[in-house]
């Protein structure tokens, strides 16, 4: 494993932590002994062949999982035992598919990041406001009356980016968010994605696009049952471990989009 940053050479008290941590759905291990820190403020970028545990990495972080070995904190505190949703907005692979089937409007999916605090018509003007600023942050103040099942794949993905801006999230994990995203959109998504992460948002992004990553994200981790790099994007390009993390799968790397 190639370590751009020694983590004792970073102050801030990390914001997830996973320390060597296994886990299996069987036998086998799909994680092998990982030790991540996600450092508040950072752009994570999550790469790794099909299957190399990105997406089980993610769901540990985010306490869905618990390791069979291995400790993984979230906010301080026992990722698995992490009580505090609205602090993290996560956008799995099929979120917004899902999507596609419901019969409520934008202005409805965003007003639900503030549902942990308020009942469903009993929203406060703070609460208002949150709603109103998180789609205007993200471009999608007229789309607010729109079923949400009627856009388009890349305009969903930003309702549900506002949904967790509303929330007033610290983080926000989004699982392959542009698979079937026009490229042009996608740019716009991850530009997105860089302006609210230079405002302090933390985002920890799976993806399987490499220049998505290396362009966009301020660290890079690569990931095939166990971690081949962890550090920052001009150090990742410089090492071998996107070969020695896809071994023969390389065509992976080159595919476009
Ligand atoms: N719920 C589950 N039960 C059993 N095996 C699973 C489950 N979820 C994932 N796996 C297996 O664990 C391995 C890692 O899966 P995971 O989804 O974490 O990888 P990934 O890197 O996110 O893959 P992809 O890029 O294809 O989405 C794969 O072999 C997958 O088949």
């Known amino acids: 494993m190639t370590t751009a940053t020694a983590k004792s050479e970073r102050s801030a008290k990390p914001l997830i932590s996973v320390d060597n941590a296994t886990f299996g759905y069987g036998e086998v291990p799909v994680l092998e002994s990982v030790s991540i820190d996600v450092e508040p403020g950072s752009f994570l970028g999550l790469v790794g062949p099909n299957g190399s545990g990105k997406s089980t990495l993610l769901d540990l972080m985010l306490g869905l999982r618990r390791p069979d070995d291995g400790t993984v904190t979230l906010f301080g505190e026992p990722a698995d035992e992490f009580d505090a949703g609205e602090r993290i907005g996560y956008v799995a692979q099929d979120a917004t598919e899902a999507a596609r089937d419901m019969p409520i409007t934008v202005r409805e999916v965003v007003e639900m990041g503030r549902y942990p605090r308020r009942l469903v018509g009993r929203f406060s003007s703070k609460d ?65 994605l860089a302006d609210l992460n230079a405002t302090g948002l933390t985002v920890i992004l799976i993806e399987h696009d490499i220049g998505v990553v290396t362009t966009y994200a301020t660290d890079i981790a690569c990931l095939n049952r166990q971690l081949y790099f962890d550090g920052d994007p001009s150090a990742f390009v410089e090492t071998d471990a996107l070969e020695q993390a896809y071994g023969t799968d390389q065509h992976v790397l080159h595919h476009d989009h």
């Open 128 to 192: 208002r406001r949150a709603v109103e600023g998180a789609m205007e942050r993200v471009g999608i103040t007229d789309l607010a009356s729109r079923r949400v099942g009627r856009l388009s794949g890349g305009q969903r993905q930003r309702v549900f980016i506002a949904r967790a801006l509303a929330s007033e999230a610290d983080l926000l994990a989004l699982d392959e968010p542009t698979v079937g995203v026009d490229a042009e959109s996608r740019e716009e998504f991850y530009s997105l």
